[in-house]
């Protein structure tokens, strides 16, 4: 029943900003850890962010004083807001949500920063 959406993915270039969502159906948002991972290509997919019902976040180390996760549980969405864009952020980002052992992925959003 639930599924995960998202978008914003997009080209930038270095030092730009892009704001990511993930829009889920059901009343999850609130109730669930929300996280973005990220893969690049010949990568293994890395946790990006995370924020959990309670509100506790986490960031990579990659990532952290760049990006910013937020949710609005009204929406029943989450947001990953990009800032500072390097290279070697270029990744495909997924959607995660858990709650117990319920979990769901997004299909993906491709983040492509470049001159």
């Known amino acids: 029943q639930v599924q995960l959406v998202e978008s914003g993915g997009g080209l930038v270039q270095p030092g730009g900003s892009l704001r990511l969502s993930c829009a889920a159906s059901?009343?999850?948002?609130?109730?669930?850890?929300m996280a973005w991972y990220r893969q690049a290509p010949g990568k293994q997919r890395e946790l990006v962010a995370q924020?959990?019902?309670?509100?506790?976040?986490n960031y990579a180390d990659s990532v952290s004083g760049r990006f910013t996760i937020s949710r609005d549980n009204a929406k029943n969405t989450v947001y990953l807001q990009m800032d500072s864009l390097k290279p070697e952020d270029t990744a495909v980002y997924y959607c995660?949500?858990?709650?117990?052992?319920?979990?769901?992925w997004g299909q993906g959003t491709q983040v492509t920063v470049s001159s």
């Open positions: 995660k949500s858990v709650r117990g052992f319920n979990i769901y």
């Open positions: 059901g009343s999850i948002v609130s109730i669930s850890t």
């Open positions: 924020i959990t019902s309670g509100g506790r976040i």
